[in-house]
């Protein structure tokens, strides 16, 4: 019988409740089984809902299902906003019976334990601050998480604070375990936490260290970024990176100098990048066009999150396809990729530094505020089987002729020049510009010049791996789906399938340019194509209708939060019962 | 082909002037005053004999924002008002490398004023030049930071500009340069000897070097200039060029032949003191981390083990 249990513990923010469900994704990864978390924070530093669900699995999980097994409530409003997932069979545990905000009421068929974890923490270790050791303790007791795993992750999480603070901790787990011995001396609970199996050999990375991760492995030396969520984590793991690969993390002032200073590095030579969210790739757009048109290599990552404007920082958004595809004024080719898991994280960002080198270009690397903070064990990287791109750099110059750096080429590709090859120097420009970077205007110049920058592009379709496809030629209906919603995308194809329903589904990395031949291939081989995805218009379906011949029925929810699997398996299952040309009504909120 | 590890900055043999020019013709305006600029700019490269090759030269958008095409060095001709953000991250990827940007008053202190700060303060070794016509002169005549009061501008109001210029000396001493100067494009003498002293200041050098638009400003010409130019370095009326109170004093007079016909028009050396560079400071942070060019993959990913 395959594990798949889910706990979720919620609560409020600064409560513990993220550090609560990193201890049991720990535990889990440690007991060898495979691990998915989700995790949603307010965009406050204190206050308000936050959430932290960890799926556990003896089996690869594509991703975070469709709620829970376990709920832990610290409070009354994660009580309130996780009651219509209480469904029979689930567990609660809550703060309870005194001491807490709330008072659930009676659930059929689900069990319910109170724990005062708020008053234990506050009336017998005197600090408020243990409340979420104490549930953690509940946990070990009624589930079986391992105490001793739970322990070391304590003790490495807080030894740097003094040995006392890890007592403490420990104290509290303890408190937490004797109430439930003496408060459900003959309890049967319906889900335990899944025996020990050896431990693979596994890393543990959340998204935006796993990009970090990818980066360094990639050649990047240089990162200059801005602070803004859900991005900033990017750097910050990067400051250690680089430490040990040599490289310099460097602040700006604003995300404009930001990428400035990536593209100032990247024509030294040096591998370079930035990540910021939609309100920086806004300002990021001049440049971003500088770039293209210089012909110098970045990576722009983009953390998405709800727009337009400041919308919301920390919520789940795919909102910005249109911007990073085809952002900037001007006819301005680029590149972009989007990440579904954590995997994706570290190895697409090793493919944009390729890209990026191999074409001289920025490549946009997409992934979004869940996805960012999404922690997961990912098979341990080996780096002997990475290959790296490097830029076509140009040949040491002798001649008295100055170097031609946008020489026009077949491939649209020129050699390019940098400081310390000799005989190279030249001026990179934004300007229309003639081989040697003399600014011109005239029509052939500019008509060549237009054509060498997307000429540079043609086959990279073909140059780049072939796109995932599941299903079969035939099937009654496919599912294009990009970032995060293909990790949703699968585990609800896998069940369709496995319920006998004839659903294929593509999964493009590559979004940008339009990988046209793929897409058109697999409209042919279904009878109708749909594109779930987490934004309003449907950016993608409208991509997808501008640059191939297929026209995609529509499937977007704009909540702020993931697709989760159960509503794609539902909308899919609405489209092969109704007739041609009807939209799919399913859509549900979560949390 | 790798890149080498280390530039080889200077030449063996000095090299001429013309040496760092490109075959590219400047689009200037005959009688343009940054003509002298780029002509003492080549010298100085010359002088302070870089390897053309290992030298980049950043401007961002404007009439003296071209220079660097019609330079033999490296250069980016990036956006406007972001050369010194450019010129950051060449300076932090190749930090041996000089690094000089070349903007207009425009392009520096109106879109590029919030990207000047960070590098003076931060005591980067680099150097900016700013080719001060008091206008925007690319797109035809309006009024910039820098301009005069009453200078006629096309989005100015009817009676010109009705603004006191800002101060890009004094801006410059408090936002943390240790070399700051002003120089004057008709004077090559002055511009090559500060310039050459701003490329060997190890840390952020500024000059502003007064450069008249013939085209489009009639008030800050040349004729005006040459009879109330006046070096302030001379005959020790300037001596205390490392004290910070003194320097803003002097600079504090920068306008004061806007009001006063007699006042001179002052060039010369404000402020240069020796700090810390911020890439020593960074030098030494790896110093303490032991931070190494040859990753250790293995003990990089056992940081992530459960």
Known sequence: ?591 | MALPATLNVHVQEPLKAKDYRSDITPTWCPGCGDFGVVGALAKAYAEQKYNPSAVTTVSGIGCSSRLPLWMNSFGIHSCHGRAVPVAIGAHLARPEMPVVVTIGDGDCFSIGGGHIGPPARRNMDMTVMVMDNGTFALTKNQNSPTSRPGLPGTLASGMGNLDEPMNPIELMITLGATFVAQSYSANAKHMGMIMNKALAHKGFSFVNILSPCPTYNKMDTFQYFRPRIHDINDEGEHTQLTDRGAALAKAAELYDHHQNAEAHVPVGVYYEVDKPIYTEKVQKVREYYKVTDTPDWSEIFDRFKP
């Open chain 1, 1 to 591: 019988m395959a594990i798949d249990l889910t706990i979720k513990v919620a609560g409020e923010g600064g409560e513990g409740v993220i550090s609560s469900g990193d201890f049991i994704m720990q535990a889990a990864t440690r007991a060898g089984m495979e691990v998915v978390t989700f995790k949603s924070f307010p965009a406050e530093i204190k206050g308000g809902y936050a959430l932290s669900q960890v799926r556990i699995s003896d089996q690869p999980i594509p991703s975070q299902g469709d709620g829970f097994d376990i709920l832990v409530a610290f409070n009354g409003e994660a009580y309130e906003v996780n009651k219509p997932l209480l469904t029979p069979g689930t567990i609660m545990v809550w703060d309870g019976p005194h001491g807490g905000d709330f008072e659930p009421e009676e659930h059929d068929g689900v069990q319910a334990f109170a724990v005062p974890m708020s008053d234990i923490a506050k009336n017998q270790l005197k600090n408020y601050i243990a409340k979420n050791m104490v549930a953690m303790g509940a946990v070990v007791e009624l589930f079986g998480l391992p105490e001793d795993s739970l322990k070391s992750s304590i003790h490495d999480k807080f030894i740097t604070k003094g040995q006392e603070v890890v007592d403490f901790n420990y104290q509290a787990i303890e408190l937490g375990r004797q109430w439930i011995r003496e408060n459900y001396p003959d309890r049967k609970v319906a889900h335990a936490f899944p025996a020990s199996k050896a431990q693979k050999d596994v890393v543990i990375l959340e998204g935006n260290q796993a990009i970090a991760v990818g980066a360094v492995m990639a050649g990047c030396r240089f990162y200059g970024a801005y602070p803004i969520t859900p991005a900033t984590s990017v750097g910050n793991h990067l400051v250690d990176l680089m430490h040990h690969v040599g490289g310099t993390v460097y602040q700006s002032e604003d995300e404009i100098s930001a990428l400035a200073t990536v593209i100032g590095a990247s024509f030294t030579g040096m591998k370079s990048m930035t990540c910021t969210a939609g309100p920086g790739i806004s300002l990021m757009q001049e440049l971003i066009g500088l770039a293209i048109m210089s012909e110098v290599p970045v990576v722009i990552g983009d953390i998405q999150r709800g727009g337009p404007s400041t919308g919301m920082p920390t919520k789940h958004d795919q909102g910005d396809l249109f911007a990073t595809c085809l952002g900037t004024h001007g006819d301005a080719p680029r590149i972009v990729l989007a990440c579904a898991d954590v995997e994706d994280c570290v190895y697409l960002t090793i493919d944009a530094f390729n890209l990026a080198e191999q074409y001289q270009s920025p490549v946009m690397l997409l992934s979004d505020a869940s996805l960012s903070i999404q922690t997961e064990p990912i098979p341990r990287p080996d780096i002997s089987k990475v290959k790296l791109t490097e830029r076509q750099f140009a040949e040491p110059q002798t001649g008295e002729n100055h170097f031609e750096r946008y020489k026009i080429t077949d491939s649209g590709v020129s050699p390019m020049g940098a400081p310390g090859i000799p005989g190279t120097n030249y001026a990179a420009t934004g300007l229309e510009h003639a081989e040697d970077s003399g600014p011109r205007t005239n029509v052939e110049t500019r008509n060549a010049m237009t054509e060498k920058r997307w000429r540079k592009f043609d086959g990279i379709e073909d140059a780049y791996k072939p796109i995932e496809r599941e299903g079969e030629d035939g099937d009654d209906l496919g599912i294009i789906s990009w970032g995060m919603t293909q990790s949703v995308t699968r585990e609800a194809v896998a069940r369709l399938r496995a319920g006998g329903h004839k659903v294929s589904a593509l999964y493009p990395k590559m979004l940008w340019p339009m990988p046209k031949k793929q897409i058109e291939a697999f409209a042919r081989s279904v009878k109708r194509v749909v594109v779930p995805e987490a934004n309003f218009q449907g950016q993608l379906a409208d991509l997808i209708k501008m640059r191939t011949d297929v026209v995609p029925i529509k499937f977007n929810v704009y909540r702020g939060e993931p697709l989760i699997p159960r509503e794609i398996e539902s909308m899919a299952l609405e489209l092969l019962q109704q007739s041609a040309g009807a939209k799919p009504m399913a859509r549900m909120a979560i949390h």
